[in-house]
T-cell receptor, first 113, second 115 residues
């Protein structure tokens, strides 16, 4: 079945460091790909998404490109801040045009001043 | 505009007890979802409802029932709680009936412990 694999954490970086969180997927159709972020004590919220191959999603300095050839959707940010500390989830949705969204296990990021 | 609200925030049950988790959204969304979040496993879909009056099983439906009471409300019931149902439960909603590109909007979660 469809699945998402993302890099294990936790990831600890210093402020202004470059961030990459790897995400690869397995899907039989043409999924949409998402990154969600979960801040402590809160529900998930959308960070960015891409709905077709070669699309780039971006938001708040984060970006990710939908790479069909490598089945990947890696999250990057050029300069992280302490406020970026959170858990990041990669997800895919609807290879058969339904509502079934599959999430990766999550990667916890801690940014130190 | 409250978005997606869930009650209660925390709950402790004994094995065999029953309870209902409540969820409501005020965004006029058609689809609603229930997920559970367990350490190291991400979120897994329990049930979803693409529209009022319809519900479908997700990845882990066993031990749960749902009711789509109206367009706003979607409840999750545990008839006989088991320790394996200790988890954080999230409700979510999305605008469309069926759309692979839809963003889902999440509530703050209910932390359930079954002793």
């Amino acid at each position: 079945g469809d699945s998402v694999t993302q890099m294990e954490g936790p990831v600890t970086l210093s402020e202004e460091a470059f961030l990459t969180i790897n995400c690869t997927y397995t899907a039989t159709g043409y999924p949409s790909l998402f990154w969600y972020v979960q801040y402590p004590g809160e529900g998930l919220q959308l960070l960015l998404k891409a709905t077709k191959a070669d699309d780039k999603g971006s938001n708040k300095g984060f970006e990710a490109t939908y790479r069909k050839e490598t089945t990947s959707f890696h999250l990057e940010k050029g300069s992280v801040q302490v406020s970026d500390s959170a858990v990041y989830f990669c997800a895919l949705s609807g290879t058969y045009n339904n509502n079934d969204m599959r999430f990766g296990a999550g990667t916890r990021l801690t940014v130190k001043p | 505009n409250a978005g997606v609200t869930q009650t209660p925030k925390f709950q402790v049950l004994k094995t065999g007890q029953s309870m209902t988790l409540q969820c409501a959204q005020d965004m006029n969304h058609n689809s609603m979802y229930w997920y559970r979040q367990d350490p190291g496993m991400g979120l897994r879909l329990i049930y979803y409802s693409a529209s009022e009056g319809t519900t479908d099983k997700g990845e882990v439906p066993n031990g749960y029932n749902v009711s789509r009471l109206n367009k706003r409300e979607f409840s999750l019931r545990l008839e006989s709680a088991a320790p394996s149902q200790t988890s954080v439960y999230f409700c979510a909603s999305s605008p469309s009936y069926v759309s692979r590109a839809d963003t889902q909007y999440f509530g703050p979660g209910t932390r359930l412990t079954v002793l």
